[in-house]
T-cell receptor, first 113, second 116 residues
Framework: AQSVTQLDSQVPVFEEAPVELRCNYS??????LFWYVQYPNQGLQLLLK??????LVESINGFEAEFNKSQTSFHLRKPSVHISDTAEYFC???????????FGGGTRLMVKP | DAGVIQSPRHEVTEMGQEVTLRCKPI?????LFWYRQTMMRGLELLIY????????DSGMPEDRFSAKMPNASFSTLKIQPSEPRDSAVYFC??????????????FGPGTRLTVT
């Protein structure tokens, strides 16, 4: 069965500092990877996805993630965070076995002024 | 596009009462998912449907929970009888599914359920 591990439950960081949110997955077959963001009292929104092709994927608000097959990782990075990036971030994986996603436990990013 | 619509947004009920949560997926999507989110257990998949057919309900906690999808544009999640430990935020998500392709899921705003 697919499993997704987010190693950090909380990541505090100062505004304009770089950040990395870690995600590792377990899979022996093709895998599709996603990052979702959840702002307070809202649903999850897709941030970026890796389905195939280039291993580096980017979002419109400056986040990027790199698919690393050898390390089974899909870490999320941003070179300079804003207060508005404060949210919970979920990594998810699928092997297309019926369209199910397996979510990690989430990482709460807290950006401080 | 209206996105995934859930109702009600908030529900407060007493233990033992029946609760029905509703979801309207994005038009054209043929997969629908029900999740539950709590502080203790995080985000859990309860059940999902492809083309209105339940595919995996192994996440449904117990027989008190049931879900239906009578047509492509409507689904319900029912809890009867409700218990305080059912208090959580329940999310509905929809997606497109075709064999061999993976598409992202779009989430609704959630229903915050409080059982007293």
């Amino acid at each position: 069965a697919q499993s997704v591990t987010q190693l950090d439950s909380q990541v505090p960081v100062f505004e304009e500092a770089p950040v990395e949110l870690r995600c590792n997955y377990s899979s022996s077959v093709s895998v599709y990877l996603f990052w979702y963001v959840q702002y307070p009292n809202q649903g999850l929104q897709l941030l970026l996805k890796y389905l195939s092709g280039s291993t580096l994927v980017e979002s419109i608000n400056g986040f990027e993630a790199e698919f690393n097959k050898s390390q089974t990782s899909f870490h999320l990075r941003k070179p300079s965070v804003h207060i508005s990036d404060t949210a919970e971030y979920f990594c998810a994986a699928s092997n297309n076995a019926g369209n199910m996603l397996t979510f990690g436990g989430g990482t709460r990013l807290m950006v401080k002024p | 596009d209206a996105g995934v619509i859930q109702s009600p947004r908030h529900e407060v009920t007493e233990m033992g009462q029946e609760v029905t949560l509703r979801c309207k997926p994005i038009s054209g999507h043929n997969s629908l998912f029900w999740y539950r989110q709590t502080m203790m257990r995080g985000l859990e998949l309860l059940i999902y449907f492809n083309n209105n057919v339940p595919i995996d309900d192994s996440g449904m906690p117990e027989d008190r929970f049931s879900a239906k999808m009578p047509n492509a544009s409507f689904s319900t999640l029912k809890i009867q009888p409700s218990e305080p430990r059912d208090s959580a935020v329940y999310f509905c998500a929809s997606s497109t599914w075709t064999s061999g392709r993976q598409y992202e899921q779009y989430f609704g705003p959630g229903t915050r359920l409080t059982v007293t």
